[in-house]
């Protein structure tokens, strides 16, 4: 069943609500339409939402869910917080991302003192920590709804909650086996989009809370991806990120999966991440490179250049392993574009350790790498690490390893000039007035007249 075919105003409300999902969200979408209905009359005015997003693209992906739900039950969708209803969808996988929503939290209850109609709710990775729920319980009384990861498919049944109680809705589940097909979504452009293929992570790299924010692994089945990307681009969209903490982990095989999506006929562009490189393989590579809609570019977060600290990580692999895919992709195609991820000043790391992580990025000649500096996160292993690095001590790490990414790329992208590039505009772009910004199939940013 498709919800675009549903009736929602034909469902009889005066029964009990199914058991089984995504029937029983559909019955609460139709009983919160009302609810919103009559909230509308008191307020003299249509209601509106905002959806706010921190976070990675899994976040912006649960957002695009939320903001379905939310069109569906009658909201008229804004981008400002000043709306009649706001949901924050938090993350936490560094502290100032967890810090930014208290900020924004303080700032909203100061509106809802103005407009009395004004609803707030929190959701996401943050939402799944016991502080954060002890710290919101005493001291951000004013929420009215807290829901976390695993049970976010349930939004319309608990906005139903949340307008027939008066006090704060608190709802986190601890871990959810379950995959809901078929839910509202409102994508935020008509033209790209991320979807989900798997969900979770049982990696456990010591620095990361991310497995225990989003639990374990859970793959969708390559049908429902496969009906998704046809639907995608029978709607016109043009890029696909296929999304999963570590794709190459899909249950169902992940270069099957590539060349599967290959086969769908139309214009359009295939990407994914995140790759973890314990589990990239020659197949991976080959499958990148024979897919014609596949982007030849591979994003494959190494965190760090010394096989001390990557041990200490629990990453699995060293950077002789690492290295070794580099070559097998780069002997197929000398040009390949790698992105990654890197962590300065994990703990114990030495000033030599981190000089290692700068000569790798030069061996490796990335095109862009995330770099972050090591933030401490209660519940993971290294938390409990000794040897802490300082604040500043990190951030002149940080700031010398740019220094050096950006001599690399400098010369490493110059083998762009001359050539014609396939780019997606997204935006304006920052040349000037007249010009669009999007990405090339490498991933690189390119603006255009
Ligand atoms: N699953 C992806 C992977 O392993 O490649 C990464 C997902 S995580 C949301 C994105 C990045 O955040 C990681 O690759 C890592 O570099 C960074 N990160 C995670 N935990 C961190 C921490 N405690 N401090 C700093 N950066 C962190
Ligand atoms: Fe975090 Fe590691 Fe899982 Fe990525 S693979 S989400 S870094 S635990
Ligand atoms: Fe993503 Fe942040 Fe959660 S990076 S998975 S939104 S903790």
Same mark, same amino acid.
């Given at each position: 069943m498709m919800y675009e075919n549903i009736d929602f105003n034909s469902i009889d409300l005066t029964q009990e609500p199914p058991v089984s999902e995504p029937e029983r969200q559909y019955y609460f979408i139709a009983k919160c339409r009302q609810y919103v209905k009559e909230q509308e009359e008191l307020a003299g005015h249509p209601l509106t939402a905002a959806v706010v997003t921190f976070g990675c693209q899994m976040n912006a992906r649960d957002s695009e869910k939320l903001s379905g739900i939310l069109e569906q039950v009658g909201y008229t969708l804004s +981008?400002? $917080? $000043?709306?009649d209803f706001v949901i924050y969808n938090t993350c936490t996988v560094r502290d100032n991302a967890n810090q930014r929503v208290y900020g924004r939290l303080g700032f909203c209850n100061s509106m809802k003192r103005k407009n009395p109609h004004k609803k707030i709710a929190l959701c996401g990775c943050m939402m799944q920590e016991q502080n954060v729920i002890d710290k919101l319980k005493k &001291?951000? #009384?004013?929420?009215d709804l807290i829901f976390g990861t695993h049970n976010i498919f349930k939004f319309a049944e608990l906005l139903c909650r949340m307008f027939e109680s008066s006090g704060m809705i608190i709802d986190i589940w601890k871990d959810s086996d379950q995959i809901v097909e078929d839910l509202p979504v409102e994508r935020k452009y008509p033209f790209k989009s991320g979807i989900n293929i798997m969900f979770g992570c049982n990696n456990f790299c010591t620095y990361c809370i991310v497995p225990y924010v989003r639990g374990r692994e859970r793959s969708r089945k390559p049908e429902s991806v496969i009906a998704e990307v046809k639907a995608l681009v029978k709607n016109g969209y043009k890029e696909i990120t296929l999304l999963g903490q570590n794709v190459n982990s899909y249950s169902y095989g992940f270069p099957e999966l590539l060349r599967e999506l290959d086969k769908i006929e139309g214009d359009f562009r295939i990407r994914f991440m995140s790759s973890h490189p314990k589990d990239a393989s020659h197949e991976l590579i080959d499958a990148i490179l024979e897919c014609?809609?596949?982007?030849?570019h591979l994003h494959l977060p190494v965190q760090a250049g010394s096989d001390r600290i990557l041990k200490l990580m629990n990453r699995r692999y060293t950077t002789a392993d690492y290295l070794k895919i580099i070559d097998y992709a780069r002997s197929k195609d000398p040009e390949f574009s790698f992105t990654t991820d890197l962590i300065v000043g994990?703990? &114990? $790391? %030495?000033y030599e350790e981190f000089c290692e992580t700068k000569e790798l990025i030069k061996k490796v000649k990335y095109d862009n790498i995330y770099s972050f500096v090591y933030s401490r996160r209660s519940g993971t292993k290294a938390a409990e690490m000794e040897d802490h690095i300082s604040d500043k001590q990190k951030g002149l790490w940080l700031r010398e390893l740019l220094l050096e990414q950006r001599e690399v790329s400098t010369a490493w992208l110059s083998r762009f000039v001359g050539r014609t590039v396939t780019v997606l505009p997204t935006g304006e772009g #920052? %040349?000037?007035? +007249?010009y669009l910004t999007g990405k090339s199939d490498e991933d690189m940013i390119v603006e255009v007249k």
């Open positions: +981008d400002s $917080e $000043e709306a &001291s951000y #009384r004013f929420v014609k809609k596949v982007c030849k994990f703990p &114990s $790391e %030495t #920052r %040349t000037g007035a +007249d």
